[in-house]
């Protein structure tokens, strides 16, 4: 029986035991070979003496390339030297496949690592970080179970331009020209008037042909819509989650945050009510900042760095003029020209994570809006125009990018990494 | 504050609730109206009276459509006629939106309950499918928590053919051609050498031309691969998974699986191990009961309703010729020309749910199956040649459509009500 190394590294010393894994660092000092071996769990250094194994393993231990698979028995001894501070004196070493050297070593060019991403994919870095996003998902999922939501899954394949055309992904559906959803909020709603609170979790895409840290062409997107929710409803709901999320990251997994480079104690700070800034305020404030932005103009990267440098939680923008935002959002009566909006943005740069608006619901209104937008309200979007036609409901929702997410809670330095298969305009292989 | 229905119907006779929802049913007898109100919880019978409540609620109660969105203020009363034993005797009655006269009634075409698929997705009937659906991924989610995999997110747009080029989609992504993945299993075969046990859940594409009951152009795809696992326990694994899932549907949403017109005592049966059939022993028995298949020839739903046609359980049939098999599958030393595969056929002519194998580990192996397939290994696949060029391991893993399984443990009719919105040949709207 093969054990893990995460449980290895719990036992005393003298125990036997054989773990299997992967060679992941090698050295060799006279008579002894040290094979680090990592699997799912950890890594275990082996110490592979001449004298104490058969001439075969000696061979084996001695031929291994760095990513060989390996099987290897040996007794626990205790070691302050060796990572986890145990070490495997090896007995038997079996070689599972050599293979070729590994073609991925120091210092290589991040194209050239995106090249062999299906190889990267196995480095201490991007396993940890794939853990990370593992929990953070899960977290995610725990938070809406708990709120009692419902999971759908919305098409990817559609006729709908919600988000505007010039990010489109077009292709040929049996003969018919169709595109790869932007955004599933569209077809969220639908499910409101069955469910009631609901959220998909399911791949976008945008023809984005920015190459920026933090776009992808293809990201994976939750997007969450409440019956009954108005937009105060829905920024505490926004709010609730990201807190859920970052203190059970803080609380279970606080040595994954460090190895992917995050302090867990800068989260902690995460704590609701996060701050809030009017749209108009927040203008001001850039400018104020060194910044340089006009009423009416969205923000970029640069001033919602400006706007966050300081802070160690999220910042909620709203109330942004209703022209530069979706045809779908409702407009405050209480502040005409504006509409009942947030983006919230990550600390410290890190840019917006989430945009939510409570959604237009009575029919005149969103009729008057799409012609403003010039949209067809008997085209492709005619489903959606007939939510409101059949006893429409006040509600609100929102769209967060996961990988922006993850870039946020693990401080990675660009978005790419956050996600195993990156594609961007110049990238769909491997 | 409001109250939702499944908690009204608990509460004891002489309580004053205020509900929300939507009007289910409607009917007038003399001076009272019947308004059967459904919300996303359940449905409860209001009775307007007319000399109970004021003239705004009375008018609001008799202009009500089916479907409008209404808010009802009342107090429960014990009635055994009433659904759910209790009726709410209305004090008022508010319109939130009376909206126009919903256009579903009874005996429409199924086309047309496709085209307006967004209102449909409010009936009893696919609002209990999709709320049986969610429970039944976050089950299968469940099981793959305890068994400590981790989900990762696959890329939709690729650049590799991994089940043929017949039902690719293709599209144009940046000016380079690439497709949209009809599978994620090569992807997911990455990540085994970073963390051992991983599954995806994510939508594959197939441009199938064929109109069947069992068959979607977009589905969901659950594809799990493990490390170290043959053959046999990935079988386990498999079989583990179904009877966890439906075992917790039977015993935590058997009310639900009854109103989605399947019986819990039927899904009782479903426990491992469930039988096996060789491939050769399948054909004879297909022939043997009426059907004409000959050796080397895939199983069609025909084949598979008269193998499962008297079964309470799954089947396993294993070891196909390698030739009517994918070229990643392993064949099996010890009964050359086979490999070491398993479909799994749903009880009672519900077909093929899952499809497994144990993969072709070895670099040589896989060079010869490749060129016996007309695949470049030199080419888009170049990627997922690399695996096994760099300490490969054997692993195993499986593909399971999320639609098929729902599609089984609701004994559903059509493949298309257990997605929301089915994409096939024809359709890609709403």
């Known amino acids: 029986m093969f054990k893990h190394i995460s449980d290895v590294l719990k036992e005393k010393e003298g125990e036997k035991v054989s773990i299997r894994g992967w060679v992941y660092r ?61 070490e495997l004196q090896a007995e038997r070493v079996v070689l599972v496949s050599k293979g070729e050297p590994f073609p991925i070593s120091k210092d290589l060019s991040d194209e050239f690592l995106l090249d062999v991403r299906h190889l990267w994919l196995r480095s201490q870095k991007i396993t940890n970080i794939m853990k990370a996003r593992h929990h953070i998902v899960n977290y995610l999922r725990e938070f809406f179970d ?30 018919e020209k169709a595109y790869l959803t932007q955004s599933s909020q ?32 293809e990201y994976w997107h939750l997007e969450p819509e409440m019956a009954w929710y108005d937009q105060e409803m829905n920024m505490r709901l926004q709010e609730n989650m990201v807190e859920y999320v970052v203190q059970k990251m803080v609380k279970e997994h606080s040595e994954l945050l460090e190895a992917c480079g995050r302090n867990p104690e800068e989260l ?29 103009q969205d923000f970029g990267a640069d001033e919602e760095a ?53 959604r237009i619901w009575e029919l005149d209104e969103l009729l008057t809006r799409m012609k403003e937008f010039g949209l067809d309200p008997n085209g492709d979007m005619k489903w959606y125009v007939d939510l409101r036609r059949y006893g429409s409901v006040p509600h609100s929702g929102f769209g967060l990018g996961i990988e922006r997410l993850t870039k946020w809670i693990l401080n990675l330095d660009h978005i790419r990494d956050a996600i195993p298969f990156p594609r961007t305009i110049t990238r769909c292989y491997p």
């Open 26 to 86: 090698e050295r060799t000092s006279g008579n002894i070979h040290f094979l680090v071996i990592r699997d799912a769990t950890g890594v275990l250094q082996c110490a592979v003496k001449k004298d104490k194994v058969d001439e075969k393993s000696w061979a084996t231990a001695e031929q291994a390339y760095i990513e060989s698979s390996i099987e290897i028995t040996g007794t626990t001894k205790k070691d302050a030297r060796a990572p986890g501070g145990l």
């Open 306 to 358: 400006i706007l966050t440098k300081e802070l160690d939680v999220p910042l909620f923008v709203h109330h942004f003029p209703k022209e530069i935002k979706a045809f779908y959002m409702r407009e405050d009566p209480k502040k005409p020209g504006t509409v009942l909006n947030d983006d919230l943005l990550a600390p410290r740069g890190h840019g917006e994570i989430i945009g939510g608006s409570e």
């Open 186 to 217: 569209l077809y969220a709603e639908v499910f409101i008037f069955g469910l009631e609170k609901v959220y998909v979790l399911a791949p976008s895409f945008r023809a984005e042909k920015s190459r920026t840290v933090r776009h992808l062409a």
């Open 268 to 296: 902690k700070k995460v704590r609701v009510p996060f701050p809030r800034m009017d749209y108009e305020d927040a203008i001001a404030k850039v400018n104020e900042l060194g910044g340089k932005i006009e009423y009416g």
């Open 146 to 175: 708990k709120e009692d939501f419902y999971e759908l899954a919305p098409p990817i394949i559609t006729k709908s331009q919600c988000e505007g055309g010039a990010t489109l992904f077009e292709m040929d559906y049996f003969g």
